[in-house]
C-alpha cells in the first residue's frame, strides 16, 4: 500500500465542498427518527476573526452531534451570530462606514473560518441578530416583559471613556484604559433595565434538579440565581429627611452594628452636600473611584480603602445609637 501523507490542503476543502454541495449537516423534516439538539453559543462576529476559545467550546458539541448523526438521530445543530455590539459601532464611527457592512464582513469572515473548521453546524438554518426580521420577536418578548411589570430601570456604573464618548465593555476597559483610544476609562452612573428575573428563582432553582449538570456548574448556576432570604432595615440619617435601607440575612446582628457603606456616587451625598464637612476630600477620593474599572471595584480579595463622610450619620433603628458612614471602594 502506497503511504501518502495527510495534506489538509487539498483533502480539507474537497469534504468541506461535498458537505455544502450536498447539505449534509441539515436537519430534515423527517420525524420518525430520534431527534437531537445541540446548541453552542452563537459567536459574536468581531473584526478579528475566531479565538482560540470558540474552536474549544464549538469541538465538544461538534463531536456529541456528529456521534448522534452516525447513531441514527436527526441532529439540529445550529449556528448564528451575536452580532449587535459595541466594537461594531465604535469601529463603524472611526472608519465611517455602516455597521450593517462590518457586520456582514465579521460574519462572512467566520463562516469561512468555521467551516474550515470543519464543524458540522446546519448553516441553512443561520441567524443574525442584527436582521429585522430577528430582532422584532427579541422587541416582542421585551415589550411581554414591560406589560408584565416584569423589566425596570435602575441606575449602574457604566465604563465610558469621555475622548470616544462611548460605554466600554470590562474586556474593552482592561486596566482602566479604553481599548480604542487607550486614554483614562472612567465610571458613570448611567440608567439601564433590568429583567425581574428574581421573581423566578424558585422556578430555576427546582429546574436545576431535572438537568444533568455537573456539580460545580450546578453550584455556579445557584450562585447566580442568588436566592437570599432576609429582612430590608431602614436606618433614619441624622441632619435629614432622608433614610438608608439596608438589606441584611440576619437582622438579629443589627444591634452589633458599627458603621455602614454606601457607594461613593450615592445620590444623597451630594444632596446634602452643605451638611457634609468634608466634602472635598469626597469629591476627590470620588475622582479617584471614578478610575477603577468595575472589575477592579468588585474584587474581593484587594485591600478596601474608604472615607469617613463627616456631618451625617445613620441612626441605628435597635438601639438609637448614631452610626457613622463611609464611603467606600465596592
Ligand atoms: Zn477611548
Redesign the pocket.
Known amino acids: 500500500m502506497e503511504f501518502k501523507p495527510y495534506n489538509p490542503a487539498e483533502i480539507e476543502p474537497k469534504w468541506q465542498k461535498y458537505w455544502d454541495d450536498n447539505q449534509t449537516f441539515a436537519a430534515t423534516d423527517d420525524y420518525s427518527k430520534p431527534k437531537f439538539y445541540g446548541l453552542i453559543e452563537f459567536p459574536y462576529p468581531s473584526g478579528n476573526g475566531l479565538h482560540v476559545g470558540h474552536p474549544r467550546s464549538n469541538t465538544a458539541m461538534d463531536i456529541i452531534s456528529r456521534k448522534r448523526r452516525m447513531e441514527g438521530c436527526n441532529v439540529l445543530f445550529p449556528i448564528g451570530w451575536d452580532a449587535f455590539g459595541l466594537p461594531t459601532e465604535n469601529f463603524a464611527i472611526k472608519n465611517n462606514i455602516h455597521p450593517a457592512i462590518v457586520t456582514k464582513q465579521n460574519v462572512d469572515h467566520f463562516r469561512m473560518q468555521l467551516k474550515r473548521l470543519g464543524f458540522s453546524f446546519d448553516y441553512s438554518r443561520e441567524v443574525d441578530t442584527t436582521e429585522p426580521g430577528y430582532y422584532k420577536w427579541t422587541q416582542w418578548i421585551f415589550l411581554k416583559l414591560f406589560e408584565k411589570g416584569m423589566v425596570f430601570r435602575d441606575k449602574t456604573l457604566v465604563n465610558y ?1 469621555p ?2 464618548k462611548v460605554v466600554l465593555s470590562n474586556e474593552d476597559s482592561q486596566g482602566g484604559k ?1 481599548d ?2 487607550h ?1 483614562d476609562v472612567v465610571q458613570l452612573p448611567k440608567d439601564v433595565w433590568y429583567l425581574r428575573i428574581t421573581k423566578y428563582a424558585d422556578k430555576l432553582l427546582e429546574g436545576l434538579k431535572q438537568v444533568e449538570y455537573p456539580e460545580n456548574i450546578a453550584q455556579q448556576q445557584v450562585n447566580w440565581i442568588g436566592k437570599s432570604t432576609g429582612a430590608f432595615v431602614n436606618f433614619k440619617v441624622t441632619g435629614t429627611d432622608e433614610t438608608l435601607e439596608i438589606y441584611t440575612t440576619r437582622p438579629d446582628t443589627l444591634f452589633g452594628v458599627t458603621f455602614m457603606v454606601m457607594a461613593p456616587e450615592h445620590p444623597m451625598i451630594d444632596k446634602y452636600a452643605d451638611k457634609i464637612a468634608n466634602m472635598d476630600a469626597i469629591v476627590a477620593y470620588r475622582e479617584e473611584c471614578a478610575k477603577k474599572t468595575e472589575f477592579e471595584r468588585t474584587q474581593l480579595v484587594k485591600d478596601k480603602t474608604g472615607l469617613r463622610i463627616e456631618g451625617i450619620c445613620g441612626v441605628n433603628p435597635l438601639t438609637g445609637k448614631e452610626v457613622p458612614i463611609f464611603i467606600i471602594l465596592i
Open positions: 471613556c475622548t470616544c479604553c480604542v483610544c486614554g
